[in-house]
Nanobody
Framework: QVQVVESGGGLVQPGGSLRLSCAAS????????MGWYRQAPGKQRELVAR???????NYADSVKGRFTISRDNAKKTVYLQMNSLRPEDTAVYYC??????????WGQGTQVTVSS
């Protein structure tokens, strides 16, 4: 059975930092890409950051320069370092695992709230 588990969300003040982690486990042969998406109330889920094999990354314009995605291939883990957080970053953050074939895998989501 495959599992994708996120951790690291929480409440932080504007300007603060959080680090999200996502670990994939189970019957996963290989991982092409791992990424983070977020969904705020009343809005569609959107890509935050993604990293593919070889380390190529892409970011949403709204987080460039503030967020950094990284990956540990051996641990099948992806991280999202979020700095200079803003209230508009408040959302449920979801981890996405793309094996290159078939439907991507999703975690259950972790809440990030930026508020004073």
């Amino acid at each position: 059975q495959v599992q994708v588990v996120e951790s690291g969300g929480g409440l932080v003040q504007p300007g603060g930092s959080l680090r999200l982690s996502c670990a994939a486990s189970g019957s996963i042969f290989s991982i092409y890409a791992m990424g983070w998406y977020r969904q705020a109330p009343g809005k569609q889920r959107e890509l935050v950051a993604r990293i593919i094999s070889g380390g190529i990354t892409n970011y949403a314009d709204s987080v460039k320069g503030r967020f950094t995605i990284s990956r540990d291939n051996a641990k099948k883990t992806v991280y999202l370092q979020m700095n200079s957080l803003r209230p508009e970053d408040t959302a449920v953050y979801y981890c996405n695992v793309d094996q290159g074939l078939g439907a991507p895998l999703w975690g259950q989501g972790t809440q990030v709230t930026v508020s004073s």
